[in-house]
């Protein structure tokens, strides 16, 4: 499959100081990505490459089969930042009007955009009476102009309540099934749990651990949690037939390895009675999120 997006060994230093150490990464048409990183990872400088913002000191880097930053790249490359600032003097609809009018396209689309990111009843009102939400929402809309082939999002649902959080990434899922690739940078790691297909972990610079979620959890070989519910008066016929376990309330906590899981299931199985319900709870992206950035030194 042709990539959208491809930088393969890509290094970029400030003044001696090494920002991007030899990263890869790949995103496909259809594919949402989710950046993952804390501040001075090397996620912003990342983002600029892609844009063509600045120059990188080596690798490659291909964005829509085209040079970052070239016309032809721009083209078909959308960005929205952390924080969109807008003239608070326009309406939403005059705003998006000359976004349109500056790629070439008539400003009468503006309102069609606006419906589709939730302000089409907003859409002749003064940006400067918005909410974040709202005008983070302008520049969702913005970067909808002519159907981009690579969405570049910086932590796109800063200020969006969670309603809006929920209808965001369902215009982002609907996006990315007619073939827009996508990548997000987000400290909203129960977001991107959710709704992204792939994730990359940076850590100074370099990339610590990629892949899906189960992918990422075979990685970090967290161990997972099982609570279990004994039958009344049985808390304790539970507790002495299962080595290592805690009291927790009503519930019986302990923790196995991934290979574990089964046989510890088949012991608590074999308790018949004494059960009443077994709850197994994998480690969260949260989990495996700080277990890359403490081995490497985050």
């Given at each position: 499959?042709t ?14 100081v ?7 990464l ?16 090397g ?5 600029k ?51 349109l ?8 689309e ?6 589709r990111v ?17 005008r983070?929402?302008v ?8 159907a ?71 990685q970090?070989?967290l161990p997972?949690?099982?609570q ?13 037939a299962?080595?290592?376990a ?38 969260s ?14």
């Amino acid at each position: 499959m042709t990539q959208t997006l491809t930088l393969s060994k890509v290094t970029k230093t400030y003044q001696g100081v090494t920002a991007l150490d030899e990263v890869s990464l790949r995103v496909s048409p259809g594919e949402r990505v989710a950046l993952l990183g804390h501040n001075g990872a090397g996620k912003s400088t990342m983002m600029k490459i892609i844009l063509g913002l600045i120059p990188f000191d080596h690798g490659k880097v291909e964005v829509a089969a085209a040079a970052p930053g070239s016309a032809a790249a721009r083209a078909r490359v959308a960005y929205l930042p952390e924080n969109a600032a807008f003239h608070p003097a326009l309406t939403g609809e005059e705003q998006i009007g000359f976004y349109l009018r500056l790629r070439g396209r008539p400003a009468s689309e503006a309102a069609g955009l606006l419906e589709r990111v939730g302000l089409g009843s907003a859409a002749r009102r003064r940006i400067g009476t918005y909410s974040k939400g709202m005008r983070q929402r302008v520049g969702l809309a913005q970067t909808l102009i002519g159907a981009p082939d690579l969405l570049v999002l910086d932590e796109p649902t800063s200020g969006l309540d969670p309603v809006s959080r929920r209808d965001f990434y369902a215009l982002l899922d609907g996006l990315a099934s007619d073939g827009a690739a996508i990548l997000l940078s987000s400290h909203a790691l129960t977001e991107v749990e959710a709704r992204t297909d792939r994730i990359v972990i940076l850590a100074k610079g370099r990339v610590v651990a990629e892949g899906t979620l189960a992918d990422l959890r075979r990685q970090a070989a967290l161990p997972l949690q099982v609570q279990v519910t004994p039958a009344v008066d049985k808390a304790g016929a539970v507790l002495a037939a299962l080595p290592g376990a805690t009291a927790a309330g009503r519930q019986v906590v302990l923790s196995c390895a991934q290979d574990d899981k089964l046989p510890l299931l088949a012991r608590i199985a074999a308790l018949n009675g004494a059960v009443a319900d077994v709850d197994i709870q994998p480690p969260s992206l949260e989990d495996i999120y700080s277990h890359f950035s403490r081995r490497d030194g985050q």
